[in-house]
């Protein structure tokens, strides 16, 4: 008999764990550099690994980001004639201007107080560097 109670609560307890372990497929997040000259592949990737890494809106799940080459030199050529970067010097090959998609849930009392719940999409995040083998670190990020 205790074998049997200590085998069914074997298999309950793996059972608990494999459950805990799996992740919807919801919450997958997907990646687009498109084509692109301006940058490396891994200076691309670097930029988003710092949206991502620093992605933190309460009740939001990051759900896309992507590079479109077009889309941020027209977004950093406004940025370095009209924004913050009017005033810092920055090169426009150190500067990058990704777009991302997220959700923000209604969550009740831990929501978003200031998104409401829905998709938001080309979100745009300007990411600058000192030079081209410094860290991107984000400088702006909004509509």
């Known amino acids: 008999m205790k074998k049997i109670i200590?085998?069914?609560?074997?298999?309950?307890?793996?059972?608990s764990l494999v459950a805990c372990k799996q992740s919807p497929e919801t919450n997958k997040l997907t990646t687009d550099t498109g084509q692109y000259t301006k940058f490396t592949k891994e200076?691309?990737?670097k930029a988003i690994d710092t949206v991502k890494n620093n992605f933190d809106f309460p009740a939001a799940t990051l759900t896309k980001i992507w590079y479109d080459e077009d889309k941020s030199d027209s977004l950093v050529t406004l940025y370095l004639e009209t924004g913050k970067g009017s005033a810092s010097g920055i090169k426009p090959?150190?500067?990058i201007v990704l777009l991302s998609s997220f959700d923000v849930d209604d969550s009740g009392e831990n929501g978003n107080p200031v998104l409401d719940p829905g998709t938001y999409t080309d979100y745009q995040w300007v990411l600058i560097r000192d030079n081209p083998t410094s860290d991107w670190r984000i400088d702006g990020r909004g509509y």
């Open 93 to 95: 090959e150190n500067t």
């Open 43 to 45: 200076e691309v990737d």
């Open 6 to 15: 200590m085998s069914f609560c074997i298999i309950l307890l793996v059972f």
